[in-house]
């Protein structure tokens, strides 16, 4: 079984949003991330983790990109499978929440299911900064023939590929 991506499409209700990760080894979650962005807002931000807040977010995981190869790697993907029809800046992030506890104009985040629930956070944040409620449009992860998340650590232990294909079983999974 081979799992594609396809993006759909819905009227902008945005003016800006705002999605971020790690964006080590890209794959078909986040094509659904971007995908959902570019979709719900006229410009997005993509906040892309600096070397040293993933170095301390992933531990013991070592990623196989440095931050100026993530960012290549993204315009990269966003070219070939969105063209010159989206708008988006790319923003260093050396934080969990980035630009959006500090910039206004801010209306809403793209995040997975996995990690919608840092939205309360970043709300009480703005909050403070006198700044208004952001909203939260959640993409679910998306999951690999064995049923199991997609994953950037999953594709650098060599266990599935950037389409949640199945290239070596891990232990205890059939």
């Known amino acids: ?11 902008h209700k945005f003016d800006l949003v705002a999605t971020g990760g790690t964006f080590d080894e890209l794959h078909i ?5 971007l995908s959902k962005a570019f979709e719900v807002g ?3 931000i993509i906040g892309i983790s600096s070397d040293d807040f993933a170095s301390k977010v992933k531990k013991k995981t070592r990623l196989n ?12 993907i966003i070219g070939r499978k969105f063209g010159h029809k989206v708008r988006y800046t790319v923003a260093k992030l050396d934080s969990e929440f ?9 209306d809403a985040l793209v995040a997975s ?13 703005r909050k403070i900064n006198k700044l208004n ?16 998340a997609i994953s950037s650590t999953r594709i650098r232990a060599g266990e ?15």
Do not use: F
């Open 42 to 44: 006229d410009k997005v």
């Open 113 to 125: 299911s996995e990690t919608a629930y840092k939205v309360h956070e970043i709300n009480k944040i």
């Open 133 to 148: 409620p952001i909203s939260i449009i959640t993409v679910n992860i998306l999951k690999a023939e064995d049923g199991s």
């Open 1 to 11: 079984m081979r799992l594609v991506w396809r993006p759909s499409t819905i009227k």
């Open 29 to 33: 979650g986040h094509l659904a991330l």
């Open 98 to 106: 980035g630009p959006t506890v500090t910039k206004g104009p801010v």
């Open 160 to 174: 599935i590929d950037a389409s949640g294909k199945i290239l070596r079983r891990t232990k205890g999974k059939k």
């Open 65 to 76: 990109h440095n931050y100026e190869q993530r960012v290549r790697n993204l315009h990269e």
